[in-house]
Nanobody, 124 residues
């Protein structure tokens, strides 16, 4: 089971770090992805990291501002978000790939085991 946390209400330009803990499981040999969904919009890809942490993938809208990482000793994945914009406001979900040895995929169909989401609101 995945549990995301770290969301909050911040101002434009602020930073947040989201965490995703894999309780009762592990991220080892699986890819991890972060997705987000704003009200009235479909869930969209944000970032992913491949099974061996060798590769990452980012949506164009967050590239250069967000960084995905993992700490396997803590079974935790992170999404470091800098220079936040109002359009980053959404419910953020973490997920683990369906298959082992998955690359840093962008498609939601490559991921399962969705967490419950953590809300990020960026406004002045």
């Amino acid at each position: 089971q995945l549990q995301a946390s770290g969301g909050g209400s911040v101002q434009p330009g602020d930073s947040l770090r989201l965490s995703c803990v894999a309780s009762g499981g592990t991220f080892s040999t699986y890819a991890t992805g972060w997705f987000r969904q704003a009200p009235g919009k479909e869930r969209e890809f944000v970032a992913s990291i491949g099974w061996n942490d060798a590769a990452t993938n980012y949506a164009d809208s967050v590239k250069g501002r967000f960084t995905i990482s993992r700490d396997h000793t803590k079974n935790t994945a992170y999404l470091h978000m800098n220079s936040l914009k109002p359009e980053d406001s959404a419910l953020y979900y973490c997920s683990r790939s369906v298959n082992r040895f998955e690359r840093a995929a962008r498609s939601a169909s490559s991921f399962g085991s969705w967490g419950q989401g953590t809300q990020v609101t960026v406004s002045s």
